[in-house]
Each structure stands twice: as structure tokens, then as C-alpha cells.
């Protein structure tokens, strides 16, 4: 049996969260059915940690053992061909029987944005909290 760990971003916009939940999507289980249908059988994949409804990650790590020979390249591959474009694996290697993506976490790394202008901007406005500023309104609030 192999120990895979996977390095996922994705953007949460449209997920209730990482967590499997009950006739909600989620990255969990969205992540979890292309895992099964590229290695050919179930699958239990652990997280490194849990992210909110709306909330995205650039490199939440995960693990699963699996039975298939796939190559590290040719699962990345299928993966990346099989989810939507929301998700997206990074990188895959094989680890030592008691890895887990959980309770071998050495540190995790939050990052909050804040978008203090006058008005929310289209390209910031999933990644971003915005707090208006006081500005000038005909110079569109940025100075």
C-alpha cells in the first residue's frame, strides 16, 4: 500500500468548505471522487486542515494510501484533467506508512487580505475583504 501526499489549491468560492457534508459540496468530496475514479477504487483522504465555506487554500496538503501503480506524474495529470478548474493539484510524492496530513503538520500559514480603497475591485473581490476608504470620489478611491 502506498502513502500519497498531495500539495491542492483551490478557490472555495463555490465549496461549503473542505469537510464532507451531508447534500453539500465540498473540496473534500469533490477531491475524493476524481482520486477514486483515477486509482480505480475508494478511497479515505485526510487534510491538513478544515477551511470554512468560501474559504481557499494555495497549498493544503492531503494524504490517501492506495493500492495503484500510477505514476506521481500520470496522477497528477489525471487528477488535474479530471477536477474542475477551481482545484488543482500541485504536486504528489510518496510517503513513509505514517504520514498524515493532520498529525505530521509541523506549521500552517493563514493569510488575510484586506482591501482598503474606496470601492471593491473585480479582481479582488474573492480574495479579499474589503473595507472602504475614505477617498476622493471622482479619483475612483486610490489615489
Known amino acids: 500500500m502506498r502513502n500519497i ?8 468560492t463555490d465549496y461549503h468548505g473542505w469537510q464532507c457534508q451531508p447534500n453539500l459540496i465540498t473540496v473534500e468530496q469533490t ?8 486509482t480505480d477504487h475508494p478511497v ?8 470554512d465555506s468560501g474559504v481557499h487554500a494555495y497549498g493544503q496538503v492531503v494524504n490517501f494510501f492506495t493500492e ?8 497528477i495529470r489525471g487528477l ?13 510524492r ?7 496530513a493532520r498529525y505530521s503538520t509541523k506549521s500552517k500559514v493563514y493569510v488575510y487580505a ?4 474606496l470601492y471593491n475591485s473585480p ?13 476622493r470620489e471622482g479619483l475612483g478611491g486610490n489615489p
Open 68 to 75: 495503484s501503480t500510477i505514476e506521481l506524474r500520470g496522477l
Open 114 to 117: 484586506i482591501l482598503n480603497s
Open 5 to 12: 501526499c498531495l500539495i491542492v489549491s483551490y478557490d472555495g
Open 80 to 92: 488535474n484533467s479530471q477536477l474542475p478548474v477551481d482545484i488543482r493539484v500541485r504536486d504528489a
Open 123 to 135: 479582481f479582488h473581490a474573492r480574495y479579499a475583504w474589503h473595507v472602504p476608504a475614505q477617498g
Open 94 to 100: 510518496e510517503v513513509e506508512e505514517a504520514f498524515h
Open 31 to 38: 477531491l475524493r471522487e476524481k482520486i477514486e475514479k483515477v
Open 44 to 51: 479515505k483522504i485526510y487534510g491538513g486542515a478544515r477551511t
